[in-house]
């Protein structure tokens, strides 16, 4: 369930129950990436370099968020700056696994209330993608 750590921040952790290493590559492989961050009718193209940042773009909605690994601890954490295209500011964004494979997402510096609940939103129909793609 998601709650907030700071004023502007939220926190989502999910039980995965799968194996952390092919949790770890969902999340930094860019084809496997693609297959699940998005919902499927948005064509998604994914950059990644764990050495230097990633790009998720769906150009057939014209959304795009990329940004810069700033700490990557694998297959334990995963910390990423977080820029919409179109905006000056980023947020950070920090992945943890548990070797139970729960995994938290961080997601702070948001301006306002209402960023951060609908980052909740978009956070929690991203994982539940995960879910499904982990499950099949």
Known sequence: MPHTGGMNDLTITRA????????WAALTDPEQLA???????????????LA??????????????SGDFTAVDAPHSLV??????????????TF???????LTVT???????????????GWNDCLDRLETYLAS
């Open 107 to 121: 997601h702070e510096g948001f301006s306002t209330e209402e960023e951060v609940a609908s980052h909740i939103v």
């Open 80 to 93: 990423e700056t977080w820029t919409w295209d179109g905006e000056d500011r980023s947020t950070l964004v």
């Open 16 to 23: 995965l129950l799968d194996d952390p290493q092919r949790v």
């Open 52 to 65: 230097r940042g990633y790009r998720i773009a769906s150009p057939t909605v014209g959304m795009a968020v």
């Open 35 to 49: 297959a699940w961050f998005w919902p499927p009718r948005f064509e998604t193209e994914v950059t990644l370099d």
């Open 96 to 102: 943890t696994l548990s070797d139970s494979t729960g």
